[in-house]
């Protein structure tokens, strides 16, 4: 193993590989149930301790809400780092409970749900809506801020407008994401039509926009919020992973650049006891093509994940752009 030293300021621990949910697209794909020990996540958690700064760490699985035991222990072990950390955890929001919404509260954790769009949408492409919906309510009645991921697929993507609709029914809404899919494990999700992912866009906008004026907070969503605070000119990496300072452990202790590229031998780090390398390939994907500077979005495009750009090849690797192309001129 290296002696060397990895600065992380974004660890993810996969919890658990078991799920109760069979999402088409899932890019971890069919694996068989595995829970990480109390050792393994002590041992991600010191490689992290000596770095500089912050620390986020993100709980996600599988479903992590499946390991709670396991969640209790690692933010009690966060606690002891002696190093300012974040907690946050990415959930199908289908087990929460009024003692893990508690839990989230005391610990001040940032929370993450997945939703597709509408009942009706989600249950075609994830399932478990009324759970997710229910979960919504407990986390607004526990006061807990919470943001919505949801994947872009060719299912989903005529209805992702009604995201700001959905979420104006809970205070504690903050915000939605859209999640591209990566053509990795399950893959059997349409990726977006051309053309689609832009129209969308368009509706998108304005029903947000009809949204805000009648809230306190207003909902953000996260790729209009990248787009209007990139600078141009500015140094612009996607995420921590394109500056070598995330790290992603599975329950066996194997580590990766982050929670897409887990499993893929390419990618492979090392372990949680000890790193065999520091650098990882995904600080040399970028988004880029011939046609970049005539881009309406060119100066100021906040870039894609770079897993992503690994992962998807032809119109896949570059659906981003439709959307930052639609969102730089409306």
Known sequence: MTTGV????????????????????????????????????????????????PLHIQFTGGEPTLAPDLMAYAADEARRLGRETHLAVQTNGTLLTPPLAAFFREYEFQVGLSLDGPAEINEKTRGGSAAVFQG??????????????????????HYLSRLPLI????????????????????????????????SSAHKIKRALAAVNRRRRRPLLWRELELLENCRPGAAKDFCHACRNES??????????????????NEFLLGNATGLSALKTPLTSLKL????????????RCPGECPSRLYYNQGREAFLICELYQALASI
């Open 136 to 157: 919504m309510r407990l986390l607004d009645d526990f006061g807990l801020d919470f943001n919505v991921t949801a994947v872009v697929n060719e299912t989903s993507v």
């Open 167 to 198: 979420l104006a029914g809970f205070s504690h809404a903050r915000g939605f994401g859209l999640d591209l899919l990566i053509k990795k494990g399950r893959n059997q999700a349409e990726t977006a039509k051309p053309g689609h992912l832009a």
């Open 247 to 264: 790290l992603a452990v599975r329950p066996d202790g194997r580590a990766y650049p982050c929670g897409q590229t887990s499993g893929s």
């Open 6 to 53: 990895m600065n992380i300021s974004y660890l993810i621990l996969i919890l658990t590989t078991r799920c109760n949910l069979a999402c088409k697209y899932c890019y971890n794909g069919d694996q068989a149930g595995e829970d990480m020990t109390p050792a393994t996540i002590k041992n991600a958690l010191n490689l992290a301790a000596g770095g500089s700064g």
């Open 288 to 299: 880029a093509g011939s046609d970049c500077r005539d881009c309406i979005a060119h100066g």
